[in-house]
């Protein structure tokens, strides 16, 4: 017995490293050639002046920085990223904690509304993107016609949700909010239920209401579960480029622009592969320190 | 402080079953320390829960001081309840915890402080404002609770088994305890618990439930000995009555009446027990045996003695137990009837 144990032990021990290591390197691989490869691509790219079709590349230190810091769609671009970004995850945790507390207990027909709601997560983005392209078009558009057979506007008169540059603002938000409600909807709902139903009835004999109990005890002991949500949240948000592209391509007038798609604009469609990689290069910084700022609230929460 | 009423209170989850509480009628008295005693699925908590106003009963009124309560949050019926888990806010302070329901109630902010630390020092837990639930001992735990509960001066005290996540040797002190607590602010409590020893050392009255009904309500003497049917005799009591079928009665006799027949005097009936095993508790033994002859041939019971040392296994003795400690029941309802002559033989 105990010889076949330390039999056993052995070859274990003999295999583990290479075994391991070759369980490991696929996750390897794909980080150094799908991750870390592109990101110092553009490292390098940024410092020169490389351009499709163009072989030949020189250094030009930080001349990238200086015109794309220059240039009035840039600075667009990073004010609609923020927008963005922000105005979504506000929209989309008001939003989600309203449908995780309507989702909280049983009623017929519930499971099917959840499908229904989990939808825009599953559906691949640009189809999702697509539609409300459709139900926002000049001409075709849903919304007006609704508004229109309601007499809030003249026919032919409704407003271009994403023909006038405030209105796309609003309308791109819209998406970005839809397509990220679904999402945080599942994870505050499991954060919910993973709360013991004592608690929310001890302060509902303690003679707290309903938004008493909701704002002070409930929505607090989720706080590491809503971080884990709006994290995820800020970073597809903001390096999301499928909503703007598919709607409104950045327009009208660069209004919409936001940095993953301005850097798609100019480097990819504009062959200023450069500069391409010095706007994508803006949204490493940023992203550093959201992820830092996220999991140190998370971290806290925990331990607290 | 209130007074307490249920009347044919029933609760029915699912439609066609049974009743998890079943047509309980219920009159606390003034500050009393009533226990709800009952094996787990008897309905104790449902019908506290529903006094609390977490659970909404199927038909039948509830009264607190005298108002009907049916229709009354939980935060209007000025009850407060201590939870199995204590239910503690984990994001919140001992002191944040305490003050919570003054808050939650609208007491002005002024008067908060001394509140808290006044229902503080009333359990001892001073010293521990700043600290968070988890920083606390289940002992610790159990005090801030009762702390959150008393601060806000309700008209009634609910606790669903607050003791039964405390280890042993904390049960008892803490029983202790909230004892001396009810003492002091003799608040009507009512206290759910399917532990007999704590109903029995708490209980001012003791209600024994089983499937949804009243079996029995009264004090602990009472219900121990005079149990109102064999499911008393048997629940209450450790090892439980000795009960036995004779005709068309069931008799039955608590093990610490089953003794040696040389130390019973009077008017006894005898048995003969052949003894099986012997068990040691420290200050007392646990003789468990078969009857020898007789109608009983047999039949299983206990003997509970203070001393067993000239007892050995394997061996026959004469054993007695007194007429008067005699219990009879129907046979067919189960229920206590008038002690009857029965012949042993």
């Not at chain 1, 049983?106 to 709601?117: D, E, M, Q, S, Y």
């Not at chain 1, 229109?148 to 796309?168: D, I, Q, R, S």
């Amino acid at each position: 017995m105990a010889i076949a144990r330390r039999k056993i032990k052995s070859i274990g021990a003999a295999q583990s490293p290479l075994l391991g290591a070759a369980m490991f390197s696929p996750a390897v691989l794909y980080i150094l050639l799908l991750v870390a490869g592109p990101f110092f691509l553009a490292i390098f790219y940024a410092f020169s002046d490389a351009r499709i079709g163009n072989t030949e590349l020189h250094y030009v230190g930080l001349e990238n920085f200086r015109s794309i810091l220059h240039s009035p769609s840039f600075r667009v671009a990073i004010r609609n990223s923020l927008i963005f970004t922000i105005c979504s995850q506000i929209v989309v945790i008001v939003g989600a904690n309203i449908l995780a507390i309507a989702l909280e207990k049983p009623f017929r027909g519930r499971g099917f509304i959840r499908f229904l709601i989990l939808l825009p997560w599953v559906a691949p983005i640009a189809l999702g993107a697509i539609g409300w392209k459709w139900i926002l078009d000049s001409i075709y558009s849903v919304i007006s016609w609704v508004l229109v057979a309601l007499h809030f506007y003249k026919p032919f008169n409704a407003p271009m949700w994403l023909g006038e540059p405030h209105l796309a603002i609003a309308s791109v938000l819209l998406v970005h909010s839809w397509r990220l409600m679904p999402f945080s909807t599942v994870i505050l709902l499991a954060g919910r239920t993973a709360i013991p139903k004592d608690i929310p009835e001890a302060a509902a004999v303690d003679g707290a209401g309903f938004w008493r109990t909701q704002l002070q005890i409930v929505i607090p002991m989720m706080r590491p579960i809503l971080s884990v949500a709006v994290l995820f949240g800020l970073i597809f948000t903001f390096t999301d480029m499928t909503v703007v592209y598919i709607l409104t391509a950045g327009g009208p007038f660069d209004s919409t622009q936001t940095l993953p798609s301005l850097a798609f604009a100019l480097g990819i469609q504009g062959s200023d592969l450069a500069a391409g990689a010095a706007i994508s290069l803006f949204l490493v910084p940023l992203l550093v320190l959201i992820a830092y700022f996220m999991l140190r609230v998370a971290h806290r929460a925990e331990v607290t | 402080m209130a007074v307490v009423v249920t009347r044919s209170l029933t609760k029915v989850f699912k439609e066609g079953e049974l009743g998890a509480v079943n047509n309980v009628n219920l009159e606390t008295r003034e500050g009393e320390f009533l226990v709800f005693l009952g094996p787990s699925g008897s309905g104790k908590t449902t019908l506290l829960r529903m006094i609390a106003g977490l659970e909404t009963p199927t038909s039948g009124e509830i009264l607190i001081g005298g108002r009907v309560v049916n229709d009354l949050s939980p935060r209007e019926r000025r009850i407060a309840m201590v939870f199995q888990s204590y239910a503690l806010y984990p994001h919140l302070s001992v002191y944040k915890n305490i003050a919570f329901p003054l808050k939650a109630q609208n007491v002005k902010k002024e008067l908060h402080k001394a509140k808290v630390e006044w229902a503080a020092s009333l359990l001892g837990i001073g010293a521990l404002l700043d600290r968070k639930p988890r920083e606390l001992s289940g002992g610790e735990r159990q005090r801030v609770a009762l702390a959150r509960a008393i601060v806000r001066e309700p008209a009634v005290f609910l606790l669903d088994e607050p003791l039964s996540n405390l280890d042993a040797k904390l049960r008892a002190s803490a029983r202790e305890e909230l004892e001396r607590f009810h003492r002091r602010v003799g608040t009507t409590t009512i206290y759910v618990t399917h532990d007999q020893v704590e109903a029995m050392a708490m209980g001012d009255r003791v209600m024994v439930l089983n499937k949804g009904v009243v079996r029995q309500l009264g004090t602990p003497t009472e219900v121990y000995d005079n149990p109102a049917d064999t499911f008393v005799a048997t629940f209450l009591g450790s090892p439980p009555m000795n009960l036995a079928e004779l005709g068309d009665v069931i008799v039955g006799f608590r093990p610490e009446h089953f003794r040696p027949a040389s130390s019973a005097a009077g008017d006894v009936v005898p048995f003969r027990l052949r003894v099986e095993n012997i068990e040691y508790l420290g200050s007392e033994w646990i003789v468990s045996g078969t009857l020898a002859g007789g109608k009983l041939d047999a039949k299983k019971v206990f003997s509970r003695l203070s001393s067993a040392q000239n007892l050995s296994l394997g061996g026959a003795y004469d054993f007695a137990v007194p007429q008067r400690e005699l219990k009879f029941f129907d046979r067919a309802t189960e229920k206590r009837v008038e002690p009857k002559a029965v012949s042993w033989q």
